[in-house]
């Protein structure tokens, strides 16, 4: 069974430019979440989608992130100006439920450097 | 909120021995989820060991084994016969039981390393 896919699996941008980041889950999962990482510290939710739609949010910095999964399959993350605190490790996530007891499957990261 | 607490940011073993990692958390819930999941160097996150708030019995995998409190809300890993394989960064994790919609929160890790 195929897992998480990323990509790019690394990047470096100036700061104010704009970057993106793709995610294919594993098949069938319906959830998808995206999780910034940023070095020495654990893993923050930045977004939720249950199929195609958004469950939770709240932690995305809507003025300069945006994420997207219109088929409800695979998704992407983007930032739209980068600043420099946005150096960090996205990791795309998946799971068969929503929540409870669901293990979620991680893809490798994208390691995002603003120079 | 639900909060995640590791205290230990590094820990070290020697190889064959056994270590404990600790992990607290901050919640008003009666009923969740806890998670060990660990990342190893430039790989991906992978779940070691779950266990449901409700239920009483510790739950155990092969030498992964957890002591959970929870007047206390405490949560640690227990790791028996450590091998250089578990090396990697582990993170304590709290979910809600809400059948949709929660968010997984996770700790700050803790960095094992495990000595030849």
């Known amino acids: 069974e195929a897992g998480v896919a990323q990509s790019p699996r690394y990047k470096i941008i100036e700061k104010r430019q704009s970057v993106a980041f793709w995610c294919n889950p594993i098949s069938g999962h319906a959830t998808l979440y995206w999780y910034q990482q940023i070095l020495g510290q654990g893993p923050k939710l930045l977004i939720q989608?249950?199929?195609?739609?958004?469950?939770?949010d709240s932690q995305l910095p809507k003025d300069r992130f945006s994420a997207e999964r219109l088929k409800g399959v695979d998704s992407t993350l983007k930032i739209q100006p980068a600043k420099l605190e946005d150096s960090a490790v996205y990791l795309c996530?998946?799971?068969?439920?929503?929540?409870?007891?669901?293990?979620?499957?991680f893809g490798e990261g994208s390691r995002l450097t603003v120079l | 909120a639900q909060t995640v607490t590791q205290s230990q940011p590094e820990m070290s073993v020697q190889e064959a021995e056994t270590v404990t990692l600790s992990c607290t958390y901050d919640t008003s819930e009666s009923d969740y989820y806890l998670f060990w999941y660990k990342q190893p160097p430039s790989r991906q996150m992978i779940l070691v060991i779950r266990?449901?708030?409700?239920?009483?019995q510790n739950a155990t995998e092969n030498r992964f084994s957890v002591n959970f409190q929870k007047a206390a809300k405490s949560f640690s890993l227990k790791i028996s016969d450590s091998q250089l394989g578990d090396a990697a960064m582990y993170f304590c994790a709290y979910r809600s039981s809400e059948t949709s919609g929660s968010r997984l929160t996770f700790g700050e890790g803790t960095q094992l390393t495990v000595n030849p």
């Open positions: 989608f249950q199929n195609n739609g958004v469950v939770d």
């Open positions: 996530a998946s799971s068969l439920e929503a929540g409870g007891e669901g293990e979620l499957f």
């Open positions: 266990q449901e708030a409700y239920k009483q």
